[in-house]
């Protein structure tokens, strides 16, 4: 299959561009390069454009005779998304519409969409079932669930086929050490505690020492972005099978705290990691863990490289190589 990686040239996306070629498919990136980078395009073309652009995705799909799209570009920090909002819903959700009418226009039909834990907000409940109620608490995830509807209503009105992939922490790097994180802003903890033992970046904050957890600290469930990247495959050979559009969790059932996180950080360091404790922030729920089963159910798909010693590791080893060759940006 010719795939179109929306945002291939990010962390994620990056990381989906290589399963995909591994898996014997070709990607073809699609990125403004906004946040995304170059060197992380390593599997195909890059055809550099915005989805803000209609027409520049309509040649996309025709110039490579695309089957099938794979759209995780867009905006990523949720505390931006609070301040300015009208940046979350289009360079999330108007640039997807773009995306779906230009797909409509050509044939293209298929397409496996980044979503987010954050669709739910504060759940009732933990691990969360796809089925709990989504009530998003910031623009962010309000703009990821409108898309979610948005592939609903291609769907029934337009004969598509959606996957919505409900990520929740994606973390790690490929172990080969050709790609990894790097967003710059970084807002996301484990780049945030590496970068901060590798004296790069002031001493990680933890948020909260006394939620109703285990050891006081928020606890989230972390996914490998290679376990990601496999996910997207058996996405895409979900939708070439003809099967109906559905959407679910990524993650592994697991939850873990800031301060696990923390401990596998100093496994890996082989030194204590400096830190500061903090009161909680408003709006971060104590815990976020997925009910994972029905992705195993309807993709044949489990977690296998999301341990987070092995998370922290593979991220340890792309964060040094990142300083080494000059890729680490503040
Ligand atoms: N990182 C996580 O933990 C996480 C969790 C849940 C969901 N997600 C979702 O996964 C997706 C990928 O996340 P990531 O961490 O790889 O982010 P990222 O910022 O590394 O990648 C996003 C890519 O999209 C590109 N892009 C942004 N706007 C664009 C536009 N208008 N046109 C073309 N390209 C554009 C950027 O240049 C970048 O390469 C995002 O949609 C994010 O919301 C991420």
């Not at 505390?79 to 301040?83: F, R, Y």
């Not at 109620?133 to 409108?146: H, L, Q, S």
């Not at 600290?217 to 490998?224: M, N």
């Given at each position: 299959m010719k795939i179109l990686v929306c945002g291939g040239a990010g962390f994620i996306g990056s990381h989906v561009s290589k399963a995909i070629a591994v898996a014997g498919h070709q990607p073809v990136v699609f990125d403004n390069l906004s946040a995304g980078h170059e060197w992380a395009v390593q599997w195909g073309p890059l055809v550099k454009g915005d989805l803000g652009d209609p027409q520049a995705i309509?040649?996309?799909?025709r110039q490579h005779s695309i089957e099938a799209v794979v759209q995780l570009a867009g905006s990523i920090n949720v505390?931006?998304?609070?301040?300015n909002p009208g940046k979350y819903f289009r360079?999330?959700?108007?640039?997807s519409t773009n995306l779906l009418e230009a797909m409509d226009a050509v044939g293209v039909r298929n397409i496996v969409f980044s979503s987010t834990a954050a669709v739910y907000g504060i759940p009732d409940a933990s691990p969360i079932p796809e089925d709990a109620?989504?009530?998003?608490?910031?623009?962010?995830?309000?703009?990821?669930?409108?898309v979610e509807r948005l592939l609903d209503w291609y769907t029934r009105s337009r004969g598509f086929h959606c996957l919505a992939l409900r990520y929740f922490n994606a973390a790690g790097a490929d172990p080969s050490g050709q790609i990894g994180e790097m967003h710059t802003p970084e807002t996301h903890l484990i780049p945030l505690v590496i970068y901060g033992a590798l004296g790069k970046r002031p001493p990680v904050k933890v948020f909260g020492t006394d939620y109703p957890t285990p050891d006081g600290?928020?606890?989230?469930?972390?996914?490998?972005v290679t376990d990601l990247g496999h996910a997207h495959v058996a996405g895409l050979n979900y939708l070439a099978a003809g099967n109906p559009s559905t959407a679910v969790n990524l993650g592994t059932g697991t939850g873990?705290?800031?301060?696990?996180?923390?401990?596998?950080?100093?496994?890996?360091?082989?030194?204590?990691?400096?830190?500061?404790l903090f009161s909680r922030r408003e709006g971060d729920p104590p815990a976020l863990?997925?009910?994972?089963?029905?992705?195993?159910?309807?993709?044949?798909?489990?977690?296998?490289h999301s341990g987070i010693d092995e998370i922290v590791r593979d991220a340890w080893v792309w964060s040094e190589k990142a300083l080494r060759d000059g890729r680490y940006q503040e």
């Open positions: 309509e040649s996309a799909l505390g931006e998304s609070m301040t360079n999330n959700f108007s640039i109620p989504k009530r998003p608490i910031n623009p962010y995830g309000e703009a990821k669930y409108f600290t928020a606890v989230r469930d972390y996914i490998h873990v705290s800031v301060l696990e996180v923390l401990k596998a950080a100093e496994k890996a360091a082989g030194k204590p990691i400096p830190h500061e863990v997925a009910k994972s089963d029905l992705a195993q159910q309807v993709l044949g798909w489990t977690a296998k």
